[in-house]
């Protein structure tokens, strides 16, 4: 059997535990996992994409087979430079779908050896979002069960310098 590269991207605005949880289940599955910091134009990113990534790589631990990259440009160009043709991402319940099920088909379109694998992000997680997390930091809410230690150390400090809008 060949050895499974697959490429999970995504914003990470910040890494979340739906994210984490779905970076240890894909570890699994894959012989190797590289999580890709991208850059969704719709969005605003609150940290640089050096600061995603290395958020990422602190949250990870004995994860041997994960590599945290960061690329701007096209996802399926990425993914054909990393000599893969795996895309895996995260499903949560309902609000995920259309925008999912749009960019796999654009993808295939754009490159039909490419193949988009879903996993459906854990029940605890389902309605979590890296949105509603800065929400809750700008309102002093309480988000220590929805993101790593490290990362909310991080969105603290945001928030404290006036970042948070
Ligand atoms: O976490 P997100 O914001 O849902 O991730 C979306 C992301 C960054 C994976 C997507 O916007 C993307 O693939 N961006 C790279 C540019 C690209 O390839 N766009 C066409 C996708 S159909």
Redesign the pocket.
């Given at each position: 059997m060949s050895f499974k590269i697959a490429v999970y991207?995504?914003?990470?605005d910040p890494l979340t535990k739906g994210h984490l949880d779905i970076i240890q289940r894909a570890a699994k599955v894959f012989d190797k996992l590289i999580v890709c910091v991208?850059?969704?134009?719709s969005?605003n990113y609150l940290f640089s994409s050096e600061e995603r990534a290395q958020l990422i790589t602190d949250s990870l631990e004995e994860l041997d087979n994960v590599e945290v990259d960061t690329f701007n440009?096209?996802?399926?160009d990425y993914v054909r430079s990393r000599k893969t043709n795996i895309i895996v991402k995260g499903l949560r319940a309902l609000t995920d779908f259309e925008n999912e099920f749009q960019?796999a088909l654009?993808?295939k379109h754009l490159d039909n050896n490419i193949e988009t694998f879903f996993m459906m992000t854990s029940n605890k997680y389902s309605y979590l979002s890296s949105s509603l997390v800065k929400e809750l930091v700008k309102f002093q809410g309480n988000v220590s069960d929805f993101i790593p230690a490290n990362v909310e150390k991080a969105i603290q400090k945001k928030h404290e310098e006036g970042f948070i809008k």
């Open positions: 991207p995504g914003s990470f991208m850059v969704n134009n969005k440009g096209l996802l399926i960019m654009i993808n």
